[in-house]
């Protein structure tokens, strides 16, 4: 890290006086109880390279990608460091190749150029299909094998669901009218990860906008917001994608286009971890010049589904039609046997965006719903975008606190709003001592509205 790199960090960081505030909140702190794995002593290691009394070298990097980027840290801070914007001037200098091995550097590539592009996704999990459940991959994972990777491998088998046909297109009209007098008119991201491996939050987002008199644009190119690259400063390739979603949507509006000339009330998606990258697309844009001002253009209307709702509110026909669910006997709530839910707090949502009331006050709207509270509801769940492929063995720990967590509140389900937590929080449920199902908020209210049994998804 060169001097001049280095000055910003420094002077963002002048904030810290070192109190520890932040420990308790820090999720990789948690697990590897190390003060280098604390926000509080990777600052003071930003400040020891600044000073030339550090070198970033392999073993400096391996505290820093031991962080999470849960920014919890953030929230929890008495004197406003903004820690997030230290990490995110940071992860592109421990990019380089010398500061990791080889089979380190593989792997990411490997995630890079899969997971931020549906189509190769869906190639990939095509061959995979019929595995997922099968007996072969119970013969596998007792074989041994998967542990060759270094336990990456084995944590990318662990979190692959039995994917319904659903997964392999997108069956979204350009255009989905609202249902009664139009209220709205927004665009949808769908998310390159959560359209393969929960295509069904999807449809319920869709259909709960359309319920509420919200018209739906969605643009059928649509590739990867860039979230999944931004938060591993991956700068270039995370600007590229930006560029093509927004791109996209230009493409179906305008005089002539598909979704016609209105304008859009705003930008909608359903996953918390695109959410706060796509907000961010000022800054991340702000170097190119034929993109800032569409980026900052872009990035103002960029709303979470829950954020948006919470703010325009729920239609009276909407909120008339919401009946109660069914409980785990199969019987509907009642006011003397109310659903218990917990809601899960993504850290993109929570610390990120600062939502946290919206959420919960869409799920009041269902009758007869009982919210719980978890313990640790600001800590990670070990999710954090690649972290549980590439730090498996601490977002495993992470992710069974959570699932015992969320299991202690006494909840029939656990709501939600964020793909990789829904994947990792399924994926640890079955040790925890009363496991739950997980849903997306917008499949409880869809569910809801429509009458609909819930449907449990099977754990990987």
């Not at 695109?274 to 961010?280: D, I, L, Q, R, W």
Request: proline residues 8%.
């Amino acid at each position: 890290m060169t001097s001049s790199a280095a000055k910003p960090l420094t002077t963002a960081s002048d904030p810290c006086v070192h109190c520890g505030f932040c420990l308790p909140s820090c999720a990789s702190y948690r697990v590897l109880g190390t003060e280098m794995d604390s926000p509080r002593g990777r600052i003071h290691a930003l400040k020891a390279i600044a000073a030339g009394e550090l070198e970033l070298d392999a073993m400096v990097v391996g505290h820093f990608d031991s962080c999470l980027g849960c920014f919890a840290c953030v929230t929890a801070c008495p004197s406003g460091v903004r820690y997030d914007q230290l990490l995110e001037a940071t992860r592109p200098q421990l990019n380089a190749p010398e500061l990791r091995s080889s089979s380190q550097t593989l792997l990411r590539r490997v995630l890079f150029a899969l997971l931020p592009y549906p189509q190769r996704l869906r190639a990939v999990l095509q061959a995979l299909r019929g595995y997922a459940r099968s007996p072969l991959q119970a013969l596998v994972r007792r074989s041994g094998l998967l542990q060759l990777g270094g336990g990456s491998l084995a944590a990318m088998e662990r979190l692959l669901p039995e994917l319904p046909k659903e997964a392999f297109h997108d069956a979204f009209p350009v255009v989905t009218p609202a249902l009664g007098a139009r209220r709205y008119r927004v665009g949808l991201v769908l998310g390159c990860v959560q359209r393969v491996f929960d295509p069904a939050v999807n449809a319920a987002a869709v259909r709960v906008l359309a319920a509420n008199g919200i018209e739906v644009v969605i643009p059928p190119a649509q590739g990867c917001c860039g979230a999944v690259t931004h938060h591993q400063g991956e700068t270039a390739q995370t600007q590229q994608l930006a560029g093509e979603l927004i791109d996209s949507l230009e493409s179906v509006l305008g005089p002539g286009k598909p979704a016609g000339a209105e304008p859009l009330d705003a930008v909608l998606v359903a996953a918390s971890g695109c959410g706060h990258t796509m907000k961010a697309y000022g800054t991340i844009l702000a170097s190119q010049p034929a993109w800032a001002k569409r980026g900052s253009a872009f990035a103002s209307q960029v709303c979470d589904i829950q954020e948006f709702l919470a703010q325009v509110g729920l239609s009276e026909s909407f909120q008339a039609g919401l009946r109660p669910l069914a409980l785990p006997d199969g019987n509907p709530a009642s006011a003397e046997q109310p659903l218990k839910l917990a809601y899960h707090d993504a850290c993109h949502m929570l610390h990120g965006q600062g939502i946290r009331d919206q959420p919960r006050a869409l799920l009041a709207a269902i009758p007869h719903i009982q919210l719980r509270e978890a313990m640790e509801a600001g800590v990670c769940c070990g999710s954090a975008g690649i972290y549980n492929l590439v730090q498996p063995t601490e977002a495993a720990e992470l992710g069974q606190l959570k699932a015992a967590d969320l299991s202690a509140t006494g909840a029939d389900w656990v709501a939600s709003a964020n793909i990789g937590c829904s994947l990792q929080i399924r994926q640890h449920m079955g040790a925890a001592p009363r496991p739950i199902p997980v849903a997306h908020p917008m499949q409880l209210l869809d569910w809801s509205f429509r009458g609909a049994a819930p449907s449990t998804p099977k754990r990987p």
